[in-house]
């Protein structure tokens, strides 16, 4: 079935690149999204990409998108101590009817 | 802001009860979905709608039930309710279905005593 991975923790320095990894099975996803959500808050859509694209910049976030591998990734240039929640990736699963999300990273950004 | 407003933001109750959370998608957006996110299961698909009807169900209970209004906001009612359906419910609006950005609301936190 549809099924997204992801690593549930990632700590660095501010100021460092962060890089958020996530795995998945279905291929059919047109659109791959990056959701950040903070303590206590809603899912906030940051980013998403084409799946006939390998990458796309958005001032301080590129993703990256191989799939071949099925393998997505996030990059966060100069990482602040506000970028630190948690992201989720996700994708649309067969035939549309539902976004399905991986288990969320939950990114911790030290100063 | 996404657009997408929940309500209640809070909302806590008993065992055996019933509940009703409600959504009101962004302007214009046709397709509804409602996802339960609670510690141990992540985030769980539950029910989609668009444009009044049922279009894809995911692992929700038969205690669990939705639907979608001509005006196209939506509720998500909750009988019986256990201890562990004490989550975070969130409603997400998109134009279409599938290959379309999904936004969400701030969710209904739920918790059942």
């Known amino acids: 079935g549809e099924d997204v991975e992801q690593s549930l923790f990632l700590s660095v320095r501010e100021g460092d690149s962060s890089v958020i990894n996530c795995t998945y099975t279905?291929?059919?996803?047109?659109?791959l999204y990056w959701y950040k959500q903070e303590p206590g808050a809603g899912l906030q859509l940051l980013t998403y990409i084409f799946s006939n694209m390998d990458m796309k910049q958005d001032q301080r976030l590129t993703v990256l998108l191989n799939k071949k591998d099925k393998h997505l990734s996030l990059r966060i240039a100069d990482t602040q101590t506000g970028d630190s929640a948690i992201y989720f990736c996700?994708?649309?699963?067969?035939?549309?009817?539902?976004?399905?999300f991986g288990q969320g990273t939950e990114l911790s950004v030290k100063p | 802001d996404s657009g997408v407003t929940q309500t209640p933001k809070h909302l806590i109750t008993a065992t055996g009860q019933r509940v009703t959370l409600r959504c009101s998608p962004r302007s214009g957006d046709l397709s509804v979905y409602w996802y339960q996110q609670s510690l141990d299961q992540g985030l769980q698909f539950l029910i989609q709608y668009y444009n009044g009807e049922e279009r894809a169900k995911g692992n929700i209970l038969e205690r669990f039930s939705a639907q979608q209004f001509p005006d196209l906001h939506s509720e998500l009612n909750l009988s019986s309710l256990e201890l562990g359906d004490s989550a975070l419910y969130f409603c997400?609006?998109?134009?279409?279905?599938?290959?379309?950005?999904?936004?969400f609301g701030q969710g209904t936190r739920l918790t059942v005593v």
């Open positions: 279905d291929s059919s996803s047109t659109y």
């Open positions: 997400a609006s998109s134009v279409t279905q599938g290959a379309a950005e999904a936004f």
């Open positions: 996700a994708g649309w699963g067969n035939q549309g009817g539902k976004l399905i």
